[in-house]
């Protein structure tokens, strides 16, 4: 599967989001701090930094220096707590800096809060789910709303409201999502599928490698087996979903039941060429053995 990078921002949105974080002009001063003095945010939602990248970054610095200055709260210790940029601060270090450029901002514990998961939101490593967690530790620990969530990270509401959806699916979607097995697309597709059928389709996304595309097929097809009928409103046993779950672990999905109104019925067993019919045969006779 393509590993999710981020938000999929543009330069305008990713300048915009960290315009919130920053503010330099007119609440910040920039300052040249002993690197020693500095200490990382306790709450910072980034508790892992790459090796190989931040070794990256330290090279860079050391060559270029650092490009955009970090900004911190003093405390009343004389320390300063980073605010945002604790990879920067870590790779000037790992560079052998002394100093580093820094802004110099007053915010309270809720806005140091608030700045440092904004800030983690803009990685660009970030999975789905990460961003989706992290837009609802926003809203939950901050006390905003999600059109003032939208406003701090740069994007539209609505690109907002489907991570948060997220939050709402079945735990084998969120542990697929987490585990870069599935995309966001995966997963805009399989909600549109029945709560009891999402985890059987995750399980044959991975097992089969099923593209986006693939997905939203299966889903509309398993869309297509009825759960009422027309005529009286009946709800079907649920043995009838059990019924195709059980025929496509052998037959594949294309299996659809038909019911008449006089409570007869066909079962279906869709296939694409010949070959299918052999490999239809073929289970047959490995079940009668």
């Known amino acids: 599967m393509k590993k999710h990078t981020g938000l999929g921002r543009g330069l305008g949105a990713i300048l915009e989001a960290e ?11 920039l300052e040249e701090l002993d690197v020693e003095s500095i200490i990382p945010n306790p709450k910072q939602p980034r508790t892992v930094f790459n090796d190989d990248a931040l070794e990256e970054l330290a090279d860079s610095i050391s060559t270029l220096g650092l490009i955009q200055p ?7 210790n004389g320390r300063y707590i ?8 870590r790779a000037t270090k790992l560079a052998g800096k ?22 983690n939101i803009q990685r660009q490593d ?29 994007k539209k509401r609505s690109t907002v409201a489907n991570y948060l959806r997220l939050m709402q699916m079945c735990p ?22 029945p709560e009891e059928n999402q985890p059987s389709i995750v399980k044959k996304i991975l097992k089969k490698g099923l593209s986006v595309r693939a997905t ?3 889903v509309r097809k398993l869309s297509t087996i009825p759960t009422k009928r027309e005529e009286s409103g009946e709800e079907f046993p649920e043995i009838y979903t059990r019924a195709v779950e059980q025929l496509s672990r052998l037959f594949g ?23 299918d019919i052999s490999t239809i045969v073929e289970r047959l006779e490995k079940i009668k053995n």
């Open 19 to 29: 315009n919130y974080i920053e503010e330099i002009a007119s609440v910040s001063r």
């Open 216 to 218: 939203e097929d299966l």
């Open 172 to 193: 084998e979607v969120q542990a697929a999502l987490k585990a870069d097995q599935i995309t966001m697309g995966h997963a805009k597709a399989i909600a549109g599928a």
């Open 253 to 275: 999905e294309d299996i659809k039941i038909k019911r008449s109104g006089d409570g007869s019925g066909k079962i279906i067993i869709g296939f694409a060429h010949d070959g």
């Open 82 to 89: 980073i605010i945002s940029g604790e990879r920067r601060w």
């Open 70 to 76: 970090i900004t911190v709260r003093k405390e009343a």
């Open 126 to 154: 970030l999975n789905a789910m990460e961003i989706a967690i992290s837009l609802q530790r926003l809203i939950d620990e901050c006390g905003i709303t999600q059109e003032m969530v939208a406003q701090r990270v740069g």
């Open 98 to 119: 002394k100093t580093i450029a820094a802004y110099i901002r007053e915010a309270d514990d809720k806005e140091l809060h608030e700045m440092a998961l904004v800030e």
